[in-house]
């Protein structure tokens, strides 16, 4: 059973940083691409950002692009959301996602296992 443990969310003001992980276990974490989404209340799910197996082939949301960086450790089974310059809009709950393929993907009914999430929530 694939498990993933988000943390790293919490607290900030507007233009202040955060770094969220995502731990893995249950599978080789190596052989699969991940994805971060997020949900706002009362909003759907959103892609915010995806990578592949390798680390070498990142998507991201237009809303994001230039403010978050994903990035993965293969060697610790780990991937991560550094976000920047963050903004009250990118308030929600942020869960990490794998899916059963090497390569990246922004939807989100091509992952198949998910996280708890983890809050985070911007003040203005």
């Known amino acids: 059973q694939v498990q993933l443990v988000e943390s790293g969310g919490g607290l900030v003001q507007a233009g202040g940083s955060l770094r969220l992980s995502c731990a893995a276990s249950g599978r080789t974490f190596g052989n699969y691409a991940m994805g971060w989404f997020r949900q706002a209340p009362g909003k759907g799910r959103e892609f915010v950002a995806a990578i592949s197996w390798s680390g070498g082939v990142t998507y991201y949301a237009d809303s994001v692009k230039g403010r978050f960086t994903i990035s993965r450790d293969n060697a610790k089974n780990t991937m991560y959301l550094q976000m920047n310059s963050l903004k009250p809009e990118d308030t929600a709950v942020y869960y990490c996602?794998?899916?059963?393929?090497?390569?990246?993907?922004?939807?989100?009914?091509?992952?198949?296992?998910w996280g708890q999430g983890t809050q985070v929530t911007v003040s203005s």
């Open positions: 996602a794998s899916r059963a393929g090497m390569w990246a993907s922004m939807h989100a009914n091509q992952y198949d296992y």
